[in-house]
């Protein structure tokens, strides 16, 4: 246990659905990130949060609409997905967003666009 | 640009020791190692900042070259336990992604009894 939770664990969604990914973190931290994991690929930073504030998106295609409503949540909108987006989806949190920051990443999200 | 690590996939037997490599073609201010088990959220292991330091989490060890802008990951007498993706998270010292946590493609590494 990390003290970050991700919900669901697992989705399926057609290409033309909406849904949202949900990322809670209890560590008391102020920053949050949203990562991208593929098979046989690196980690991919797709989004930062600070203080609730967004401080990088990684040129992450607009389907995808991150919301950082207070520090202890993030989300992860989802819609018009292609299937090459089925991916692990990571969230993790750290104290802060600065250098040599330890992250503490949840389980994941396995979605599977279809 | 991302750190190179090799090998791309280890398989022990328990007890035996590995070293995992991570390379970078940037100068590095940092080095960052995780380990993430099928299934489970990655885990942090360790940071190593420049100056060449070695860092030890029970027997497993890494050190960072600076100038060679490498790290390796030590395990010593491998326990079914850490088997698992191994990742390493490099911090460029400088340029346009000075700051930037960008991590390799993982060493998947088994231990069997």
């Known amino acids: 246990e990390t003290g970050v939770t991700q919900t669901p664990r697992h989705l399926v969604m057609g290409m033309t659905n909406k849904k949202s990914l949900k990322c809670e973190q209890h560590l008391g931290h102020n920053a949050m990130y949203w990562y991208k994991q593929s098979a046989k690929k690196p980690l991919e930073l797709m989004f930062v949060y600070n203080f609730k504030e967004q401080t990088e998106n990684n040129s992450v295609p607009s389907r995808f609409s991150p919301e950082c409503p207070n520090s202890s949540h993030l989300f992860l909108h989802l819609h018009t997905l292609q299937p090459e987006d089925s991916a692990l989806y990571l969230c993790a949190s750290s104290q802060a967003s600065r250098i040599n920051e330890k992250l503490f990443f949840g389980s994941g999200t396995q979605l599977s666009v279809l | 640009q991302q750190p190179v690590q090799s090998p791309q996939a280890v398989i022990l037997r328990e007890g035996e020791d590995a070293v995992i490599n991570c390379s970078s073609s940037k100068a590095l201010y940092s080095v960052h190692w995780y380990r993430q088990k099928h299934g489970e959220a990655p885990v942090f292991l360790m940071i190593?900042?420049?100056?060449?330091e070695q860092k030890g989490h029970e027997k497993i060890s890494a050190s960072f070259n600076e100038k060679k802008q490498q790290s390796s990951l030590y395990l010593t007498a491998s326990q079914l336990s850490y088997s698992g993706t191994y990742f390493c998270g490099t911090v460029n010292a400088g340029g346009t992604s000075y700051g930037k946590l960008t991590f390799g493609q993982g060493t998947i590494l088994t231990v069997h009894p």
């Open positions: 190593l900042l420049k100056g060449g």
